[in-house]
Every structure is written in structure tokens, then in C-alpha cells.
């Protein structure tokens, strides 16, 4: 079946469910059932989680929503892959490191990786690859000789500075074909959802699953 084909199908079905539902053939009415099924997702009022119910995830608001976030990433750094295939620099955290450096110049080698939420042995491994490849250097702090300042080499700022043209048409990829008002929502809603786990993540960031949820999420839980 061709893609055209296999389309109108598709546009047949959801016709049919929308008829089905509200039972007239107002096309702007059905373009925005379309709208909400296909963009927001066929959502229940107040759906509640049962893992019994594991082929209906989308039911389930919070399931769908971290399932779409992490296909996102996956995309994102398939892009950035591309973005970077001509650099010496080879993964996004690497990308990330530098970009980091250079616009603070030297961070302390834990302040560098802390600044990127990841484990300090990870890190550390970046960090280890990127000095192997000439891209930083480290130094002892001159305030506490047992830390370790980073700063970029002269082939670190040639490299990261060699890669934003490609890394910025990847984020316009990225972004896709959402309205500038939808970028302007979708940002809103990122930087309040990178503020709250911020927050867990410098004071709670061993607490177990449950822990969190009755601390963070009772008004939440109170609603369903």
C-alpha cells in the first residue's frame, strides 16, 4: 500500500471515530478532533495508572509524556551526531563540556561536572578522553592545590567553535515545525519542568520514587 494510500486510510478511521462521537461533518470542528487526538493524544478525564492496562499506555498522561520525551533525546542526539561527524569532538556531553568552558573559561573539574547532573566517574571519563585528543588541559586550582582546574586548549576553542553551525541547524531540526508561539509555550514548560527536578536533584537526590512523590507531588496525587 503506498503512503498516500495508507494516509487516506488513516484520515478514514479517524473520520469515523469523530462522526462516531459528535455525529455531524463540520470539517473545521473535525481539524481540531484531529488536532487533539494526534498532537495532545485521545486522553481520558483523569485516567488512573494500571499496570494491567500496559497496551493502552497512552491512557496514561505521564507514561506517554516521558515516552515522548525520551524518543525526542533519541532524535536529538541522532541529529547531533550528524552535527558533530566531521569534529573531533564525538558525543553531545562532549559537546556540552566544551561549550561550557568556553563561555566560563576554567571551572573546577567537579564544578564542570556537577553543572552537567552526571556522576563524577562519568565525568571524569570525558574528561580523560578529551585531554587524550588535545581538546582541554587541567591544572591545580591555585587557591587548593588538590583540585583540578579545565580550561580549554587553543585546539578545544578551534573544535567547539568549528562545530556551531552544523549543532545549529540540528536544534532548528530539533524544534521541527512548531510556530514560534509553540516554541514560546514549549520553553515555559521546559524551564519549569528543569526547575523542579533541579531542585530534587540538589536535595533529594537519593531519595526513593515514593519518597519523592509524596514530597514533591501530594497536591497533585490530591486531584486524581
Keep these: 500500500?503506498?503512503?498516500?494510500?495508507?494516509?487516506?486510510?488513516?484520515?478514514?478511521?479517524?473520520?469515523?471515530?469523530?462522526e462516531k462521537e459528535y455525529s455531524n461533518s463540520d470539517?473545521?470542528?473535525?481539524?481540531?478532533?484531529?488536532n487533539d487526538r494526534l498532537m495532545?493524544?485521545?486522553l481520558p478525564p483523569k485516567s488512573k495508572y494500571k499496570k494491567e492496562d500496559y497496551k493502552k499506555y497512552k491512557s496514561f498522561a505521564e507514561v506517554?509524556?516521558?515516552?515522548?520525551?525520551?524518543?525526542?533525546?533519541?532524535?536529538?542526539?541522532?541529529?547531533t551526531k550528524k552535527a558533530l561527524?566531521?569534529?573531533?569532538i564525538k558525543t553531545l556531553d562532549e559537546f556540552g563540556f566544551l561549550s561550557t568552558l568556553l563561555r566560563e573559561e576554567s571551572m573546577l573539574k567537579k564544578e564542570l561536572i556537577d553543572s552537567h547532573l552526571m556522576e563524577?566517574?562519568?565525568?571524569?571519563?570525558?574528561?580523560?578522553?578529551?585531554?587524550?585528543?588535545?581538546?582541554?588541559y587541567e591544572y591545580p586550582d591555585e587557591n587548593d592545590k588538590r583540585a583540578r582546574r579545565i580550561s580549554l586548549t587553543?585546539?578545544?576553542v578551534r573544535?567547539?567553535?568549528?562545530?556551531?553551525d552544523n549543532m545549529q541547524l540540528a536544534a532548528q531540526i530539533v524544534m521541527g515545525n512548531l510556530s514560534m508561539e509553540e516554541v514560546k509555550t514549549t520553553l515555559k514548560v521546559m524551564n519549569k519542568l528543569t526547575y523542579f527536578h533541579n531542585h530534587i536533584h540538589e536535595e533529594d537526590k537519593s531519595t526513593s520514587l515514593e519518597m519523592l512523590c509524596d514530597k514533591y507531588l501530594q497536591d497533585k496525587q490530591k486531584a486524581k
Excluded: C, P, Q, W
Excluded at 470539517?27 to 478532533?33: G, I, M, P, W
Excluded at 506517554?64 to 541529529?79: D, I, N, P, Q, V
Excluded at 563524577?120 to 582541554?136: A, C, P, T, Y
Design 27 to 34: 470539517l473545521k470542528e473535525f481539524a481540531l478532533f484531529l
Design 159 to 164: 573544535e567547539i567553535m568549528g562545530t556551531f
Design 1 to 18: 500500500m503506498s503512503g498516500n494510500l495508507k494516509l487516506l486510510k488513516s484520515l478514514i478511521e479517524h473520520l469515523e471515530d469523530y
Design 40 to 42: 495532545i493524544g485521545n
Design 154 to 156: 587553543k585546539e578545544g
Design 85 to 88: 561527524s566531521d569534529s573531533n
Design 64 to 79: 506517554e509524556f516521558s515516552t515522548l520525551l525520551a524518543g525526542l533525546f533519541r532524535f536529538a542526539k541522532h541529529y
Design 120 to 136: 563524577v566517574s562519568s565525568g571524569s571519563e570525558i574528561i580523560k578522553r578529551m585531554i587524550k585528543h588535545g581538546l582541554i
